[in-house]
């Protein structure tokens, strides 16, 4: 049984910073890319960021890029998003996702694998 287990959601104010982890389970994540998508009230599924789980490469969204960072620690089976300049307009439900090949990938339909969820709230 596949688990993705997010956490590190919360409140913040408009210019902070939150660090959410995903970790992943019952998988052998060495080959798999690993992605992070939001959902805001309203509005569809949108991608975040991906990196590869081998090699370390990286996309992240232009609403994002140079404010949003994801890595990964391959010992713990783990992927991180960094978020630093927190804009209200990032409130959202933040998801992480195993995808089902070795390259990052932008569409959720690359993706096997859900988290649950972790809510993200910046204030203004």
């Known amino acids: 049984q596949v688990q993705l287990v997010e956490s590190g959601g919360g409140l913040v104010q408009a210019g902070g910073s939150l660090r959410l982890s995903c970790a992943a389970s019952?998988?052998?994540?060495?080959?798999?890319?690993m992605g992070w998508f939001r959902r805001a009230p309203g509005k569809e599924r949108e991608f975040v960021a991906a990196i590869s789980w081998s090699i370390g490469r990286t996309y992240h969204a232009d609403s994002v890029k140079g404010r949003f960072t994801i890595s990964r620690d391959n010992a713990k089976n783990t992927v991180y998003l960094q978020m630093n300049s927190l804009k209200p307009e990032d409130t959202a439900v933040y998801y992480c996702a195993s995808s089902v090949g070795s390259l990052p990938t932008t569409h959720p339909s690359g993706y096997d694998y859900w988290g649950q969820g972790t809510q993200v709230t910046v204030s203004s």
């Open positions: 019952g998988r052998t994540f060495s080959t798999n890319a």
